[in-house]
């Protein structure tokens, strides 16, 4: 097995930050206790092919974000696609996070959470809200765009493919 890689999972408060590395934990049948917390939450996931260590941070933590940027190989940004009202600050989040020298080679996977709620943006709707096409062609960062819900299941199995093999490309 190749060396323990490190994954930040981002994003605002409430998107469903810690409930996803729960339900990862689930799939791949990591039996260690998570509580809901407010700050962070560390697990490794062993994979097929490797080991990657997870660290959720939370939302309200967004200041001291870049303390743990260095040594990370790969980011899960989540933006919870329900909240119309929190479009904005994660934009700028991301754009925070995209920009931070010590990510510049780092994988980014983008995330769009909630997909089961009612009041859901559609995903073409997100993109554009959040000019995710110009966001990918400035950025030095491979990113992959996703959408799911934690809540449900639905896409968890890509967010995990993708962990395998981020660092394939």
């Not at 780092?106 to 997909?115: G, P, Q, T, Y």
């Amino acid at each position: 097995m190749a060396k323990n890689e490190t994954c930040l999972i981002l994003g605002a408060t409430g998107v469903g930050k810690t409930l996803l590395l729960k339900r990862l934990q689930n799939i791949l049948y990591v039996r260690i206790y998570l509580p809901v917390q407010v700050g962070t939450n560390l697990t490794d996931l062993t994979l097929k092919k490797k080991s990657v260590t997870v660290r959720e941070l939370g939302g309200c933590m967004g200041p001291i974000w870049p303390s743990y940027f260095n040594d990370c190989s790969s980011v899960i940004f989540i933006v919870d696609s329900a909240n119309i009202a929190q479009v904005s600050s994660s934009c700028v989040q991301l754009l925070s996070v995209l920009s931070a020298e010590p990510l510049r080679s780092a994988s980014v996977l983008i995330l769009f959470n909630k997909r089961d709620m009612p009041s859901t943006m559609s995903l073409t709707e997100m993109r554009s809200l959040f000019r995710m096409d110009d966001i990918v062609a400035s950025a030095p960062q491979s990113i992959t765009i996703l959408e799911g819900s934690a809540h449900t299941g639905q896409g968890l199995q890509e967010v995990l493919n993708w962990l395998e093999h981020f660092s394939d490309s």
